[in-house]
């Protein structure tokens, strides 16, 4: 199977920084997409990890350890507008797999 | 704005009845993705059309099915509806076949069946 978990919600303060994990059990996949999503709308592309090892995109992060079967999004200086869900998704032979996304709440 | 298109935004229907999403990919991305997202099963895959085939199969039922047309613009169609079949529907696109690259998703079709 392809069970993937993340927290089902978190809180953080504006300014901070917080980690979203997400875990999973699969046999091999492609890649691992994380992408956010505000509430009613669409979601947006985040990042695609093929590799192990972190990759930054401003003040987004994500990290991948396969051995591991664990990724992490690493959000900076979290701002009010970063109040979303965020989901992590594997991509296991071109079929794209979501998890059920974390809610994260930003408090001023 | 994603540049995807989606019609209509809203849709109610009853059970039973069939409906015909649309979806127009942003201009130059050959591959259309279709989605569904329910509050309780979140986020699933559907189906993958790619300059006009077939190209991947998610959780599709088959009760529903889908194309894309020569002008690259995709239609889902959803029959013999039920009340689990209630649910937000996006199309998303990207240039490649193979999903690595960026999808871009539409604003989504909210589907509620009566």
């Known amino acids: 199977g392809q069970n993937i978990d993340q927290p089902t919600e978190m809180t953080a303060t504006e300014g901070a920084i917080v980690q979203i994990n997400c875990t999973y059990q699969?046999?091999?996949?492609?890649?691992l997409f994380w992408y956010q999503q505000h509430a009613g709308e669409a979601p947006t592309f985040l990042s695609y990890?093929?590799?192990?090892g972190l990759e930054e995109k401003g003040r987004f992060s994500s990290f991948l350890s396969r051995s591991k079967g664990y990724s992490y999004l690493l959000l900076k200086e979290l701002q009010m507008k970063d109040s979303a869900s965020y989901l992590c998704?594997?991509?296991?032979?071109?079929?794209?797999?979501f998890g059920k996304g974390t809610r994260l709440h930003i408090l001023p | 704005d994603s540049g995807v298109t989606q019609t209509p935004k809203h849709l109610i229907t009853a059970t039973g009845q069939r409906v015909t999403l649309r979806c127009s990919p942003r201009?130059?991305?050959?591959?259309v993705y279709w989605y569904q997202q329910s509050l309780d099963q979140g986020l699933q895959f559907l189906i993958q059309?790619?300059?006009?085939?077939?190209?991947a199969k998610g959780n599709i039922l088959e009760r529903f099915s889908a194309q894309q047309f020569p002008d690259l613009h995709s239609e889902l169609n959803l029959s013999s509806l039920e009340l689990g079949d209630s649910a937000l529907y996006f199309c998303?696109?990207?240039?490649?076949?193979?999903?690595?690259?960026?999808?871009?998703f539409g604003p989504g079709t909210r589907l509620t069946v009566l």
């Open positions: 699969t046999s091999g996949f492609n890649g």
């Open positions: 998704a594997l991509n296991r032979d071109d079929k794209i797999i």
């Open positions: 059309y790619y300059n006009g085939e077939e190209r």
């Open positions: 990890n093929v590799l192990d």
């Open positions: 201009s130059g991305d050959l591959s």
């Open positions: 998303a696109s990207s240039m490649e076949a193979i999903p690595t690259d960026t999808q871009y």
